[in-house]
């Protein structure tokens, strides 16, 4: 059997100590006439007892006598078994004999009402921009489709203007096709080709210029294509000769 | 015997809507429409309890967990753009069945169509408005959300697939965009197309039949309005509630959002 730690043991005694001192404390004031227990239950649970420490009892059955007999004449009432046990000590598991599972707290709030709040207050904040800005500023709508009459000059919708414009710059097949087909694979490629495992802004200095000259790239090519191409999509100023562009 | 009924008050006006809130609150429908937790629910208190009853027994249950990380919902963090990319998508969806009402998608109607709304339909101006702005707002909010995501560096393990279901919501977004593009059938639909379209038919190996797919003919016609109808109505919105299902299923499995930095 495993042997009763040091500290375990003094700590029993103290506690011991300390209940034979409340006991006498509260036989001293009160008396044994204070107790709830009738007279024959006390008596034969002393002879019980006496009876099992004569019979020779183990050394634990001896001490935990020793810890029930204290408050049996105070004001505690207390049952004890056959032996004069209140308890059997089944075994005592030493500190760090247990793997101990030390799972971090991770500092959570409720998502109601900390996030749904924020969420309904950012769909609101949105829908009332929409509302406003779709009231003060009419969506274009030209004249009817015409096969017969090509505008001048003729844009793709603002998110393809940047590959139109590369479109001035190479064969249709490279700008239309290849460049925007490897952008994309590029980017979903992304995480798989990008192994450090960092998400530290000051770990990851190359590809964040990487990117940021890449989106650069795109919006300089947006920007552009929307407001610096006019008729027959030569370059102009839009300050000098007007904007051709609808959204 | 007239005396002891006399003796009861005739009920007020007010006491009859209290009776009739409370057999309201009090019925199954109610009660089983609004979960224990609800802010409808009759005697919603403020208790932990009540506050993981309000997600656990909603359908937001599937987006949201009962408890988020404290990080995940600083405004800072995420600017809120994927979530508000998803509330556009469900404004766009409202907006647009509205519009369908009015819409016919043939070469003789649909400009006209689009015409009558503008002029003739109570908010119909205000409804397209909101329908071509929100959609434009919807694509500039998917291509922020995506560079969001990649200066937090929130692509990387465990999120790398997430990443890709992103990648194909961005390029869904723009394809739901561009079908839309066509609809109005007027002069910037029409020619805007034919530009985009005009670059597809470079694809390598199949590109004229990749054009003529999309076009249902050799060239822009009524077959290419109808078609793009479908796509733009039925087909991309399909196909993309499936992949926004699996990215925020993915969201929650992932751990939640990332971050802190």
Known sequence: MTEIPEHLLKRAQAAREKTAEDAAASSASSGPSDSRIPDHLLERSKAARTGGASAGGVAVAEKAAAVVAAPVGGSVPVGTGPGGHTQRLLTVVKAGSIQEVKAAPIDKVHTWPHLLGIEFVAALACTAFLFIFSWVVNAPLLQAANFNQTPNPSKAPWYFLGLQELLTMFHPMVAGVTLPGMGLIILVLTPFTDRNPSNKPEDRKFITSIMTVHLMFWAVLVIIGSFFRGPGFNFTFPWRDGIFFEL | ?261
């Open chain 2, 1 to 261: 015997m007239a005396k002891t009924i006399d003796d009861q008050p005739t009920p007020t006006l007010k006491d009859r809507a209290a009776k009739i809130g409370t057999q309201v609150q009090g019925s199954q429908a109610w009660s089983s429409i609004f979960r224990p937790g609800s802010i409808f629910r009759k005697g919603y208190t403020d208790s932990p309890r009540n506050r993981s009853y309000v997600i656990m027994n909603s359908v937001l249950y599937h987006l949201h967990p009962v408890k988020v990380k404290r990080h995940a919902v600083k405004v800072s963090y995420t600017l809120c753009l994927g979530g508000l990319s998803f509330f556009l998508f469900i404004l766009l969806t409202v907006t647009g069945i509205f519009l369908m009402f009015f819409y016919r998608p043939t070469t003789a109607n649909a400009w006209q169509d689009i015409q009558t709304l503008q002029t003739s339909v109570t908010f119909g101006l205000l409804v397209r408005n909101m329908h071509r702005w929100g959609a434009h707002l919807m694509v500039l909010s998917t291509f922020l959300h995506m560079a969001r995501v990649f200066y937090h560096g929130a692509y990387k393990a465990p999120r790398e697939f997430n990443w890709v279901i992103g990648v194909v919501l961005l390029t869904l977004t723009l394809l739901l965009s561009f079908t839309g593009y066509l609809l109005p059938w007027d002069q910037l639909a029409l020619w805007a197309v034919a530009v985009g379209t005009n670059m597809m038919g470079y694809t390598p190996i199949m590109g004229s039949q990749v054009r003529f797919v999309l076009l249902g003919g050799t060239e822009i016609g009524a077959e290419t309005l109808l078609r793009w109808y479908v796509l733009h109505v039925l087909l991309l919105p399909f196909v993309i509630v499936i992949f926004m299902a699996i990215h925020f299923w993915r969201v929650r499995k992932d751990g939640g959002i990332s971050g802190p930095l």
